[in-house]
T-cell receptor
Framework: SQELEQSPQSLIVQEGKNLTINCTSS?????LYWYKQKYGEGLIFLMM?????EEKSHEKITAKLDEKKQQSSLHITASQPSHAGIYLC???????????FGKGTLLTVNP | KAGVTQTPRYLIKTRGQQVTLSCSPI?????VSWYQQTPGQGLQFLFE???????NKGNFPGRFSGRQFSNSRSEMNVSTLELGDSALYLC???????????FGPGTRLTVL
C-alpha cells in the first residue's frame, strides 16, 4: 500500500517568513491533493496536482509535484497568522481509488 | 452552493450506547465518504457510498455502518460505543468517486 510522509511534522515561523512543507510518497505519484485543517474542524481543499512537473498557486500558496522524486512541496510566501493550521497531503490510488493520508504538518505563525 | 453539512456538530454518549451521524453533501454530488480522525491514528477511511451503494469499506468493525439515501444524504451509525470511538468524524462529498472531495466541518463524538 502507498504511504505518505510529511516533513516537517510541525513548524513555527514568524509572520512574514517563507516556508516549505514536503510530502514524499512510497510509490509513484500520479496525482496529489493538498488540504488545510483548522484544529477540530473539517478539511479545506487547497489544490490538486495531476501530473509531474505541475505547479499551481493560490494567493500566497504554491504547490509543486515532482514525479521523479515522488514528492510534492507546498510553499507559503510571506506567511500570515491566517495560514496557521494543519496541512495534509492526500493521494487517491489503487484499484478502489481509496484515499491515503499524510500525517499532517502543524504550522504555527507567530505575529 | 452550500457546502457539506454535518449534524450534530458535537455529541456526548456513554459506553454501550449507539449513535447516528448525518451528512448532507454538496448539491449534485453523488459520492459521500466517511472518515474517523483521532490524535493517535490520524485520518482513517470508514466507507464510501455512491448512488446509495457502498463502494469501499475501511478496516473498522461491524459496529460501524452507514447508508446513503436517494437524495445522496448519508448517515453513519456506531453501535455499542466504546471509549476508543471518541473522535472527530468527517464526511466528504464529491461528484464522482474519483473526483476532489469536499469535507464537512465534522462531528465531534465523545464517549464517556
Amino acid at each position: 500500500s502507498q504511504e505518505l510522509e510529511q516533513s516537517p511534522q510541525s513548524l513555527i515561523v514568524q509572520e512574514g517568513k517563507n516556508l516549505t512543507i514536503n510530502c514524499t510518497s512510497s510509490k509513484t505519484l500520479y496525482g496529489l491533493y493538498w488540504y488545510k485543517q483548522k484544529y477540530g474542524e473539517g478539511l479545506i481543499f487547497l489544490m490538486m496536482l495531476q501530473k509531474g512537473g505541475e505547479e499551481k498557486s493560490h494567493e500566497k500558496i504554491t504547490a509543486k509535484l515532482d514525479e521523479k522524486k515522488q514528492q510534492s512541496s507546498l510553499h507559503i510566501t510571506a506567511s500570515q497568522p491566517s495560514h496557521a493550521g494543519i496541512y495534509l497531503c492526500i493521494v487517491r490510488g489503487g484499484s478502489n481509488y481509496k484515499l491515503t493520508f499524510g500525517k499532517g504538518t502543524l504550522l504555527t505563525v507567530n505575529p | 452552493k452550500a457546502g457539506v453539512t454535518q449534524t450534530p456538530r458535537y455529541l456526548i454518549k456513554t459506553r454501550g450506547q449507539q449513535v447516528t451521524l448525518s451528512c448532507s453533501p454538496i448539491s449534485g454530488h453523488r459520492s459521500v465518504s466517511w472518515y474517523q480522525q483521532t490524535p493517535g491514528q490520524g485520518l482513517q477511511f470508514l466507507f464510501e457510498y455512491f448512488s446509495e451503494t457502498q463502494r469501499n469499506k475501511g478496516n473498522f468493525p461491524g459496529r460501524f455502518s452507514g447508508r446513503q439515501f436517494s437524495n445522496s444524504r448519508s448517515e453513519m451509525n456506531v453501535s455499542t460505543l466504546e471509549l476508543g470511538d471518541s473522535a472527530l468524524y468527517l464526511c466528504a462529498s464529491s461528484l464522482g468517486d474519483t473526483d476532489t472531495q469536499y469535507f464537512g466541518p465534522g462531528t465531534r463524538l465523545t464517549v464517556l
